[in-house]
């Protein structure tokens, strides 16, 4: 079974640049997560999908950073514009029952 | 000129120890606790939950403590192995309702290396 797959796996834009990140999360899951990762710590929650219903995007900064889940499948987290601080690795994740299985991430890197 | 590093904590071991992560965690209200491993380039790996009405969980090799008169959560792995060679976290969260464990918070992660 594939696991998360997220893509592309790395990203380098100059600042005030666009950009976006696309997640197809395991088949039947119906939660569906993004997390910001800094370097050396832990995954920080931007937003939670229970199929298409945006449930928890309270720490979403909403002035740059939108997603979506059209059809409660695949996501798409978009930052514009970026900026330099945005430089992370987002990562996906997709949960059936308690387990998050995560996805590889996609390293952002913003000059 | 100034150098940042990661200061992450560290753990040291020789193939076939045991080893101890430790973690402390701050919301007395959470309901589950996960530890994850994660290596280079890879997301998180789930490796073993518990639930707070529990104080200690065995899988395969993993054996995870709760302590939550100190909050404090622990991973044992027995006879580790140079696989186990990762970043490990620890997690909590308040379950939101149905079946999702909802937000997760995770705490600062330990690099665990295991020398052959």
């Known amino acids: 079974e594939a696991g998360v797959v997220q893509s592309p796996r790395y990203k380098i834009i100059e600042k005030k640049q666009p950009v976006a990140f696309w997640c197809n999360p395991i088949s039947g899951h119906n939660t569906l997560y993004w997390y910001l990762q800094n370097l050396g710590q832990g995954p920080e929650l931007l937003i939670r999908y229970e199929n298409e219903e945006a449930v928890d995007d309270s720490q979403l900064p909403k002035d740059r950073f939108s997603a979506e889940r059209l059809k409660g499948v695949d996501s798409t987290l978009k930052i514009q514009p970026a900026e330099l601080g945005d430089s992370a690795v987002y990562l996906c994740?997709?949960?059936?029952?308690?387990?998050?299985?995560f996805g590889p991430g996609t390293r952002l890197t913003v000059l | 000129g100034e150098s940042v590093g990661l200061h992450l904590p560290t753990l040291s071991v020789q193939e076939g120890d045991n080893s101890i992560i430790n973690c402390a965690y701050s919301n007395s209200a959470s309901d589950y606790f996960i530890w994850y491993k994660q290596e280079s380039g890879k997301g998180p790996q789930f490796i073993i939950d518990i639930r707070s009405n529990m104080d200690k969980r065995q899988g395969q090799r993993v054996t995870v403590l709760l302590n939550k008169t100190v909050k404090h959560l622990s991973l044992q792995i027995a006879a580790t192995q140079p696989g186990d060679s990762a970043v490990y976290f620890c997690a909590e969260t308040e379950v939101a309702g149905g079946t999702s464990y909802g937000k997760l918070t995770f705490g600062q992660g330990t690099i665990l290396t295991v020398h052959p």
């Open positions: 994740a997709s949960s059936l029952d308690h387990e998050q299985f």
